[in-house]
């Protein structure tokens, strides 16, 4: 029989398991609503615990970050090099001779082509070559050009180019002194002046940082190269013994005439009288005799009286050729004398039109100087003054 409790009135059996000790509590809906206590998580095992995983763990982790940051900065430095520049407007850059890659990105920088010089240094660096450098020069950078386009320009090479002239006829002197008035240029001229005759009238075009003497040295060059081609296609007949003749008459006949179809015409007059001995009476050999390579006062005529003067260009006095070149010549006057016209023509006096008429004796040749004279005198030139003398009368 089951025996009951006096104190709960509970039933116990004899194989049934005691109840709880204790009176049982009401739990509250507040309370039953409240989560139960999580069981702690395992311990981590003595191998994820080792010092050697952290480490490769923090060495994996820190790499990750150092390439993105590396591809984000990549990004951002090669972007800023093909983006299109600060410039509102076209500007002119110079980069010096000598100047290196750190001095032209600052300059770059400073002049606010460019916003940051070091990302310019950097990325040229690595498009140039191992003995490549921007090169010297001024160049026109374009509005919004970026560091990538800079880069190429200055690469290039390709400068702004200047020019200066020299025209046919010019002494020495008066080429060294345009030379010496060119804004552009740099550098001085050399004490000693080149023989005359020895530069090539031309154009030269040039980029700023040229020197001075480098035009000089083209020109000497270019006219010995002119007067080599020259000498080696002359006429085998011509009374010339050297080259320095041939400039030296070329040069007279540069003076006398600006017209290109008359130079052949001049030379030829000019052989006839060497060959028969006269005199060539050149008026532009009196000029350079009286005023050297620095040429006659523009309000300077020549003077019946300076015929008579003597020195050794004046070939009014002088017999054959003076004693070297009056001006330098150019090509076609080179040209003209190597291979001059067969003509038996002595004499030509200017025509009143530019040019000049010739003729092979005397007596024509006093009509065309009385017909020349007529025209002087309408001009109201004086008698006792010649301008653009006569060649050659005797």
């Known amino acids: 029989m089951s025996e009951i409790d006096q104190n709960s009135g509970n039933e116990v059996g004899r194989g049934a398991e005691p109840a709880s000790k204790g009176p049982i509590i009401p739990k509250s809906p507040a309370e039953a ?20 995983v952290i480490f490769l763990n923090f060495l994996m982790t820190l790499t990750v970050t150092v390439f993105v940051i590396a591809v984000a900065g990549f990004y951002y430095v090669m972007s800023a090099y093909q983006e299109p520049g600060p410039l509102q407007a076209n500007v002119n850059f ?11 990105a600052n300059n770059l920088e400073r002049s606010g082509v460019v916003t940051d010089s070091r990302i310019f240094r950097y990325v040229t660096a690595t498009y140039l070559d191992e003995n490549e450098t921007l090169k010297a020069g001024e160049y026109e950078i374009k509005a919004k050009a970026s560091m990538k386009e800079i880069m190429d320009l200055l690469k290039s090479g390709k400068s702004i180019l200047y020019a200066i002239s020299f025209p046919e006829g010019l002494s020495v002197k008066q080429m060294f002194k345009r030379l010496a008035d060119d804004p552009v240029l740099e550098g001085e001229l050399p004490a000693e002046l080149p023989a005359e ?28 190269k002119v007067i080599d081609q020259v000498w080696e296609k002359r006429d085998p007949d011509l009374p010339l013994k050297s080259k320095l003749e041939l400039v030296t008459l070329a040069s007279i006949v540069e003076k006398e005439t600006g017209k290109p179809d008359e130079r052949a015409h001049v030379a030829s007059v000019f052989y006839n009288r060497l060959q028969k001995g006269m005199r060539l009476q050149s008026d532009p050999t009196i000029v350079y005799g009286l005023f050297g390579g620095d040429g006659k006062p523009a309000d300077r005529p020549i003077f019946q009286s300076d015929l008579k003067k003597e020195t050794p260009y ?9 004693p070297g070149p009056i001006a330098n010549p150019g090509r076609e006057a080179l040209e003209a004398v190597a291979n001059p016209w067969r003509t038996k023509d002595l004499y030509f006096v200017a025509d009143g039109t530019g040019g000049h008429v010739f003729a092979a004796t005397l007596e024509e040749h006093n009509a065309n100087v009385k017909k020349w004279r007529k025209i002087e005198a309408e001009r109201g030139v004086e008698p006792d003054v010649v301008m653009d003398a006569p060649a050659p009368n005797n």
């Open 33 to 52: 609503l409240k989560p139960e206590r999580v069981p702690a998580p395992p311990k981590r095992s003595r191998k994820a615990r080792s010092q050697l």
């Open 94 to 104: 110079v980069v010096r001779n000598g100047a290196g890659l750190n001095e032209i």
């Open 314 to 322: 004046n070939t009014y006095l002088v017999k054959g050729l003076p």
């Open 197 to 224: 005759g020895a530069l090539r009238p031309d154009t030269y075009k040039f980029s700023r940082g040229t020197k001075r003497d480098e035009i000089i040295s083209q020109m000497i060059a270019a006219q010995q």
